[in-house]
Structure formats: C-alpha cells, structure tokens
C-alpha cells in the first residue's frame, strides 16, 4: 500500500516562501512509470495541478505557476517537495501530494495539509 504523507507550515506570511515536503512509504519514487504531484484546492474552488516530478527526475510546471514554484526529489529519503515563492493570501489552500500511476490517473494521494497565508 503506497501512503503519501504531506509536511509543512499551517500559517505562512505574505511575500514569504512555503516549502512543503511529501514523505512516500510503500513505493520508491524512482519507480519506472510513475510520477509524484503536487495538487492544490482553495476554499470554494476545484483541484489545482500545480507540479509534477517523474520517477527519473524531470519536472513539469503549471504554466500559471512555473514563475513561482519548484519541485524538487530527495531519493535517499524518498521524499519529493514543493517550494513556492512570493505567497499571497491567494495562496490558501489544501495541499495535496500524490502519485501519478501507470493507469494516467492520480492513484494514491496524502490527507493533505492545509496552508493559510495571512499576515
């Protein structure tokens, strides 16, 4: 059973930088065909993709996030995480990570993490 674990700050400032990390057990990240999301839902809105690492470590961006966000992957500890630049109240939101499987659907998410950007 593949767990997705999301770790972070609740409160972050405007103008800030959040960094999320998504702990993964049960599942290596660097396994062939599959790759690793972050997702987002703010209040009153649908999901969000907002960025993507695959098992061999290339990146792909939200183009309406790509100025501001980085996806990054620490294998040893089989950890992927998310760092977002220049937080807005805008920013508030549900953070998800999850794992995108070999069927093209997100198959396993985190509970997900809520981050409040307030000052």
């Known amino acids: 059973q593949v767990r997705l674990q999301e770790s972070g700050p609740g409160l972050v400032k405007p103008s800030q930088t959040l960094s999320l990390t998504c702990t993964v057990s049960g599942g290596d990240i660097t396994s062939t065909g599959y790759a690793w999301s972050w997702i987002r839902q703010a209040p009153g809105k649908g999901l969000e993709w907002m960025a993507l690492v695959a098992y061999g470590g290339d990146t792909y961006y939200s183009p309406r996030l790509v100025s501001r966000t980085q996806i990054s992957r620490e294998t040893s500890k089989n950890q992927f995480s998310l760092r977002m630049t220049s937080v807005t109240p805008e920013d508030t939101a549900v953070y998800y990570c999850?794992?995108?499987?070999?069927?093209?659907?997100?198959?396993?998410w985190g509970q997900g993490t809520q981050v409040t950007v307030s000052s």
């Open positions: 999850a794992r995108y499987g070999t069927t093209g659907e997100f198959d396993y």
